[in-house]
């Protein structure tokens, strides 16, 4: 998708900003008014939704609005997620999803926090050799599109787990508002209209495909603003409104995928749905600067990933270094060549091979990893390989969406198909994309997935096991242990260097959610060998001072088009004296189309 135009006129902004005034200007910029300044050497700063009972933060308003709806009767932060997490599968069909798999992060009233991983799983007949060719080479379409591409979703096990075990509502109200929007129908947003018809080709190689999400031919386009009806999806929820999670994985939509992938060469069948579950896991958790950091463990490499990344920020001064100075990038591109060849050593289903989390969260560990850095140059390319973690015996596209209650309760989740709208194939009678998460495992070691990413025999196609994952949902408390900051984003690999970047924003540069969110980012991934940077988020000058250090620096990821995660984020402002209130405070990347909606 374009850069949304306004963030080409915050991006704008943020440089002008930063150039004309320095950071100190961020960090006292007024924040009660989207236009107006008291200060007038200052941009004005750009501000988030504020609300006092709750929010709800995702790439679409009429989820987020679900969401609060569910607030608004009564619904805690986990019955707000579900209706979102649903309503997302109706009115965002590019990644919100009941075919596809995510995690979820929660944070209880008390404080306690537990995580709910609803990853895909690989069918039971999938094998290595499924996915290699004649030549034993990797047979990249196999794992991006049709009906080899999907492993066994896990987003309804998921979200009625959450609302099983943490919610308030019952199933029938908190389904209410996704099956309104599939029922009733919605306007088409300009966006989805476009992406719908700009994708009638890929659509049309699959009959169903074409039947529910083309209008039969390619000259035959959406129009913004029309009504979207989906009805087969809306009587798929319905169902599991009425049976609950058994009927995805045991009843009649469970048929309908089996029969569909028998028939059509893939590999899922009754027994591989019927075997699925999401399964509670502990988070992974760093502390930050007197912050707690609560985010995603395997097989999901986000959460280590950004405990790592946090754990070498926090050797240095990055406040008095300065946003995206060439100091701070050079830095901060170095700590993440080195995560990211741990992501790929290291990485796996926790249930099928041994990953060293604590080692690799450990804050010495980054340490020793960042012990080979110098100020002056980048380090040679071949001399960056995977550290070794302490053992111990424990055994582009995306959607985030971010939601906090009034009784401290919160809960991050990012969901996805993989690519967007997934392997491309819609469930016949049923109406919903299926993913294409085979794609996040290592189909050869050494052959990158989409979105560049390498890995080892760790991760692997093999039966019943969970393919790695960047997803990166996030809750991060401040040092009285107070709710602070709920974020995540979608992106691939992105997905990791876009949450920590926010994170520091916060904490180290002191931006608010909006400013924190919308502000320019880097990415390096090790390899490819480019340090990325988002258009305007690195100056001139900065680029050349990194070229100075012999950076390959390159504008866009992989310098190809830009794919950064869309942020969705929200803070709580805790009050500072007793006539105050708390405030929560919201932020939609403005990348994208969503919505910040709070009561
Ligand atoms: N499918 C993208 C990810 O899980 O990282």
Redesign the pocket.
């Known amino acids: 998708m374009p850069l949304h135009s306004k963030v080409r006129a915050l991006g704008l902004a943020l440089l002008l900003t930063i150039t004309a005034v320095g950071l100190s200007a961020w960090t006292t910029a007024p924040s009660s008014s989207r236009t107006a300044s008291s200060d007038a050497a200052t941009a004005p700063a750009p501000v988030p939704e504020y609300a006092e009972n709750g929010m709800v933060v995702s790439a679409k308003r009429t989820a987020s609005e679900a969401g609060v709806e569910m607030l608004k009767k009564g619904g805690n932060a986990v019955d707000a997620a579900v209706a979102t997490g649903f309503a997302l599968a109706v009115v965002h069909p590019f990644a919100g999803n009941i075919g596809g798999g995510g995690f979820m992060v929660i944070r209880n009233p008390d404080g306690s926090v537990t995580t709910i991983d609803h990853?895909e799983d690989a069918p039971s007949g999938a094998t290595q050799d499924v996915y290699l060719d004649d030549e034993g080479n990797a047979a990249r379409t196999r794992s991006r599109r049709g009906y080899l591409a999907s492993g066994v979703p896990g987003t309804v096990a998921g979200l009625l787990k959450a609302l099983d075990e943490h919610g308030r509502l019952d199933r029938a109200t908190v389904m209410a508002p996704a099956i309104r929007l599939a029922e009733e129908g919605f306007p088409l947003p300009h966006a989805l209209a476009e992406d719908l018809n700009d994708r009638y080709r890929a659509f049309a190689e699959f009959p169903v495909t074409k039947a529910y999400f083309t209008k039969g031919s390619a000259s035959s386009k959406y129009r913004t603003g029309e009504r979207f009806v989906q009805t087969d999806l809306a009587q798929t929820l319905k169902r599991i409104r009425d049976e609950g999670k058994s009927e995805f994985y045991e009843g009649e939509t469970a048929s309908l995928i089996a029969e569909q992938f028998q028939a059509n060469g893939g590999l899922i069948d009754e027994q591989d749905l019927a075997e699925y579950e999401a399964v509670e896991r502990e988070p992974v958790t760093a502390t930050y600067r007197g912050y707690e950091v609560h985010s995603m463990g395997p097989p999901?490499s986000?959460g280590v990933a950004i405990a790592q990344l946090l754990n070498a920020a926090e050797r240095k001064d990055i406040s008095q270094m300065g946003f995206n100075s060439s100091a701070t990038a050079h830095y901060l591109g170095e700590a993440m060549r080195r995560v990211f060849a741990d992501r790929a050593k290291w990485l796996g289903d926790p249930d099928h091979v041994q990953v060293p989390t604590e080692g690799l969260i450990q804050k010495d560990y980054m340490q020793q990893r960042m012990a080979s850095f110098t100020s002056s140059r980048v380090t040679p390319e071949d001399s960056i390989r995977a550290g070794e973690p302490m053992l111990t015996g424990e055994s582009m596209e995306?959607s985030h969406y971010s939601v906090a209650d009034s009784s401290g309760m919160a809960v991050s989740v990012t969901t996805?198909l993989?690519s967007g709208y997934g392997s491309k194939v819609v469930i016949d009678g049923a109406g919903f994309f299926m993913n294409n998460?085979m794609?996040?495992f290592v189909l050869k070691p050494g052959v990158p997935n989409q979105?560049g990413l390498s890995g080892t025999k760790r991760n692997l196609v093999a039966p019943d096991r969970r393919?790695?994952?960047?997803?990166s949902p996030t809750i991060v408390e401040d040092p009285q242990d107070r709710l602070h900051l709920v974020i995540g984003a979608p992106g691939?690999?992105t997905?990791i260097t876009t949450t920590f970047q926010v994170i520091m924003n916060v904490i180290d540069h002191g931006m608010n959610v909006e400013q924190a969110v919308t502000a320019g980012r880097i990415h390096h991934q090790w390899k490819p060998r480019h340090l990325s940077y988002e258009e305007f988020a690195l100056s001139t000058d900065v680029v050349r001072n990194l070229r100075t250090r012999e950076w390959d620096v390159t504008k866009g990821v992989f310098g190809g088009i830009p794919q950064w995660g869309r942020a969705q984020g929200l803070r709580i402002k805790h009050p500072d004296r007793p006539d105050q209130v708390r405030v929560f405070r919201g932020s939609s990347d403005p990348r994208g189309p969503g919505a910040a909606v709070g009561f």
């Open positions: 990853r999901s986000g995306t996805t993989n998460e794609n996040d979105f393919m790695v994952s960047s997803m691939g690999s997905i």
